[in-house]
């Protein structure tokens, strides 16, 4: 059998894994942070309708611009913070990995080098590996908030092409201020002198979150970029789309790396019905947002020590063994994410059921540990004693 090894392969590629959590049949399953509601019906119906249309002229290729599909993202983004864009400003592509891509593919490559904040989204630093990009993993404070002054220090050391920060950040949760990213808009132009950074703002995460979003902050920005994604919020990680936000320019650079249409007249009409219905989205994120917050509570009534979170997530534990944690809430029907970050586990938020299920199993799961630690005691009391 021919190994991939055996194969004239890139050698950074060499005994790598692909992403990707393991996706298992369970009864609860809370590991890829998707959203739990199925698609309303008359969703689904627009859908069809529009995507009935779309089949009909598909001897064509698609809008390469994608110009109504970013005119109703650009409208989408104005009404919900309030800062006026047009489609002029805003990008689509399959998946806010794709944006992502085309932004190391215009703005990294060979020679140059990417920063992030780890743990951080993992996809940064493959993507920026895929596209021949040196990551370097800054770090955080031990509650996984960016520490600026060593942030900055980094940035100074590393002089990255391209900085990501992901507010609110995944796996942690946690959101940054608008403080905070400015001076590391600062620092990171700074320390590249007149060439600039390209400075990437992921809020995959941003309606979930207590804050309001960081868009304005492109403003007069030329090499801020924000990126969004339809896969978490609107309910549609199937359909595959994210987009940016960002100046003009930042636009028109993408579009020399782009592939010519990439995105699927399908998609595009795909996307839009959804557009239509991003009230009604908006609504299952609201009940998402205090199904979190209670998740969040009943963790720490349980004793976790649980990080505060901005997404459709929460980091818990610590535990000794996660690994040992995750196996005993899987045991019971509840798959969460455990992504190697010592003693701690990742649960998306599901519907009032599921999240009731993993309260539930959580609460067996710490009694046993309790009940393990006892025994462990009373033994080398014991053994103490037959001394
Ligand atoms: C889920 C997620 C994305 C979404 O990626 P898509 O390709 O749009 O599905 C992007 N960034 C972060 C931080 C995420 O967690």
Same mark, same amino acid.
């Given at each position: 059998m021919t190994r991939i090894d055996d194969l004239p392969i890139r050698d950074e590629l060499r005994g790598k894994s692909p992403y990707g959590a393991p996706q298992l049949t369970v009864p %609860?399953?809370? $590991?890829? $942070?998707? $959203? /739990?509601?199925? %698609?309303p019906e008359p969703l689904v119906r627009r859908i069809a309708e529009r995507v009935t249309d779309a089949a009909r002229s598909l001897n064509r290729y698609p809008d390469r611009e994608a110009v109504r599909l970013r005119t109703e993202l650009a409208g989408y983004l104005t009404r919900t913070t309030g800062f006026p864009l047009d489609h002029d400003r805003v990008w689509a592509a399959n998946g806010s990995n794709e944006i992502i891509q085309q932004l190391l593919q215009a703005f990294g490559g060979p020679g140059r080098t990417a920063l992030g904040f780890d743990p951080t989204y993992s996809m940064h630093a493959l993507i920026s590996r895929g596209t021949g990009t040196r990551w370097v993993s800054g770090p955080r404070r031990p509650d996984f908030t960016v520490d600026l002054d060593v942030a900055v220090a980094t940035i100074r050391e590393h002089r990255p092409d391209v900085l990501f920060v992901c507010? /609110? +950040? +995944? /796996?942690?949760g946690t959101a940054v201020a608008p403080e905070t990213v400015l001076a590391l808009y600062e620092a990171a132009q700074e320390a590249r002198g007149g060439a600039g950074a390209l400075v990437v703002i992921d809020e995959a995460y941003a309606e979930f979150s207590h804050r309001p979003s960081l868009l304005p902050l492109v403003e007069g920005r030329p090499t801020l970029v924000l990126s969004r994604t339809m896969s978490k919020a609107f309910g549609a990680a199937g359909l595959r789309l994210g987009y940016l936000a960002a100046d003009a320019a930042v636009v028109d650079a993408v579009q020399l790396v782009r592939l010519p249409y990439h995105l699927s007249a399908v998609t595009q009409a795909t996307a839009l019905a959804a557009l239509e219905f991003a009230d009604t989205l908006l609504g299952y994120v609201e009940e998402l947002k205090s199904e979190r917050d209670r998740v969040v509570a009943e963790l720490r009534a349980l004793g976790c020590d649980v990080t505060d979170s901005d997404a459709n997530f929460v980091q818990f534990g610590v535990f000794d063994d996660a690994a040992a944690v995750w196996q005993r809430l899987l045991d019971r029907g509840v798959l969460v994410r455990d992504y190697g970050i010592a003693g701690r586990l990742r649960v998306s938020t599901g519907t009032r059921p599921e999240n009731d299920a993993f309260l539930e199993a959580m609460r067996t799961v710490v009694k046993d540990l309790e009940n393990d630690r006892h025994d462990r005691t009373d033994r080398n009391e014991k053994a103490e004693d037959n001394r």
């Open positions: %609860v399953r809370l $590991n890829t $942070n998707e $959203n /739990p509601y199925p %698609v507010s /609110p +950040n +995944n /796996p942690t």
